[in-house]
């Protein structure tokens, strides 16, 4: 059960991933805890901490983007109780709202830790923007 529990919530946060691309950031807001010890590494390799400032960075992220799809393929999941973790490569192409559209190919984690009956992520890294 808690296998299917994160792959839904994987599930969900590249849904997000992708209504950001298109201008929605709701989803994104909702998938991610909301606490001071999140963090997150972008792919242009910054470190945020809490969720201020993640937050920031997912809505500048957005503006930047005029559209975007990226699917996570062989995603492997560990879970140890109320944390979990997947890993897998990000495959996709995003438009920039300057410049050329262009493809993304990286690997990638995500950190989930269960807030009530909630899996919400608390920390992401994708390695590079492909």
Same mark, same amino acid.
């Given at each position: 059960?808690?296998?299917? /529990?994160?792959? $839904?919530? +994987?599930?969900?946060?590249?849904?997000?991933? *992708?209504?950001?691309? $298109?201008?929605?950031?709701?989803?994104?807001?909702?998938?991610?805890?909301?606490?001071?010890?999140?963090?997150?590494? *972008?792919?242009?390799? *910054?470190?945020?901490?809490?969720?201020?400032?993640?937050?920031?960075?997912?809505?500048?992220?957005?503006?930047?983007?005029?559209?975007?799809?990226? /699917?996570?393929? *062989?995603?492997?999941?560990?879970?140890?109780?109320?944390? +979990?973790?997947?890993?897998?490569?990000?495959e996709g192409r995003y438009s920039p709202m300057r410049g050329k559209? $262009?493809?993304?190919?990286?690997?990638?984690?995500?950190?989930?830790?269960? /807030?009530?009956?909630?899996?919400?992520?608390?920390?992401?890294? +994708?390695?590079?923007?492909?």
């Amino acid at each position: 059960m808690t296998d299917t /529990e994160i792959r $839904q919530a +994987a599930t969900h946060f590249y849904s997000a991933l *992708n209504h950001l691309y $298109q201008g929605n950031r709701d989803p994104m807001e909702e998938i991610w805890s909301h606490g001071p010890d999140i963090t997150c590494l *972008n792919g242009s390799g *910054n470190r945020l901490v809490g969720w201020d400032e993640i937050k920031e960075f997912w809505h500048t992220s957005g503006d930047k983007v005029r559209t975007g799809q990226i /699917e996570p393929k *062989n995603l492997l999941i560990r879970v140890a109780g109320d944390i +979990a973790y997947t890993v897998c490569r990000e495959e996709g192409r995003y438009s920039p709202m300057r410049g050329k559209a $262009q493809k993304i190919c990286r690997p990638a984690t995500a950190i989930f830790r269960r /807030e009530g009956w909630a899996w919400k992520v608390v920390h992401y890294h +994708a390695d590079g923007k492909g």
